[in-house]
């Protein structure tokens, strides 16, 4: 627990601990009577309001988490930078509390960027894994699915990118923190993001992980098949089940199938499968 949100309204008070799980507290909120959700709850304390919400911390870096956030905030913002605190590597933790206790932030952005930007430096080392992508669009008329080309995901790739990060970013969580499957390769992990990437005018799932040392070749097959699991279970709480909006229905994108063409190559075994592919040119 990092603060203390006391939240007031005709219907009652809550007072809840922060960070927690979102749909935890989407529950505590409709539980006096709130029918806003926290992502329209701003951090406003006035009486006159039909919401108001007070941020309270116990310890330093409570107190001055607490000096980042304001009306412009709101209470999702509030559980979402503080879930990234919490959930933040321990690399970087004594700095990231000296900064936070000396107030070298002035909004939560700031934070969650710095956080970022150290995390990135804690990870020297670089191991990227590729994989197809299907995508199925869905008529609006009659809801059936039908299968588009690459060429239309490439067209929103940048749709895909941010959904993807939507995904990921749920809860300040770091997809590493989801990786079980053998202790010292998760030791090594500083970070671990699904994305999408254009190589030889193909639009490729990829997940990227930041690490402080490589991978040995056994640690990297069971990554390997991690990510294929990852992958086969939609990525997230259900990447693939959420719909990209487009002119002609419903977008559906999945990093995985059950065609015999169907792998997830590191970037050595990516690059010879392209030049294959493309009679030795591989455009990056």
Not at 26 to 35: A, L, M, P, T, V
Not at 230 to 257: A, C, H, K
Request: aromatic share 10%.
């Amino acid at each position: 627990m990092l603060l203390t949100a006391l939240v007031q309204t005709n219907g009652g008070t809550l007072v809840v601990d922060l960070p927690r799980d979102r749909i935890d507290l989407e529950i505590k909120i409709r539980s006096i009577g709130i029918q806003k959700t926290s992502d329209q709850i701003h951090i406003v304390d006035n009486e006159d309001c039909d919401v108001s919400v007070k941020l309270f911390g116990d310890s330093d870096i409570g107190k001055h988490l607490s000096l980042l956030f304001g009306e412009d905030n709101t209470l999702l913002e509030v559980n979402k930078t503080l879930q990234t605190v919490e959930n933040s590597i321990e690399d970087i933790r004594d700095d990231l509390e000296m900064n936070i206790i000396h107030d070298q932030y002035d909004t939560p952005a700031e934070l969650i960027s710095d956080i970022e930007r150290m995390t990135d430096e804690v990870g020297r080392y670089t191991e990227t894994f590729y994989f197809p992508l299907v995508g199925n669009m869905e008529d609006d008329e009659d809801g059936e699915q039908y299968e588009v080309g690459n060429r239309y995901l490439r067209y929103y790739e940048c749709e895909i990118q941010e959904l993807l990060e939507k995904e990921q970013d749920l809860d300040g969580a770091n997809m590493k923190d989801f990786f079980y499957d053998d202790d010292n390769a998760q030791k090594k992990m500083v970070s671990c993001k699904w994305d999408v990437a254009e190589r030889n005018h193909t639009l490729y799932g990829m997940v990227e992980f930041k690490l402080k040392e490589p991978f040995t070749g056994e640690e990297r097959e069971i990554v390997r098949e991690w990510v294929s699991g990852q992958n086969s279970d939609g990525v997230g709480e259900g990447f693939e089940q959420r719909p990209i909006e487009t002119e002609d229905g419903d977008l559906y994108v999945s990093m995985w199938n059950s065609g015999d063409d169907y792998f997830v190559y590191d970037e050595d075994e990516m690059n010879d499968y392209l030049a294959q592919q493309q009679g030795g040119a591989i455009m990056q």
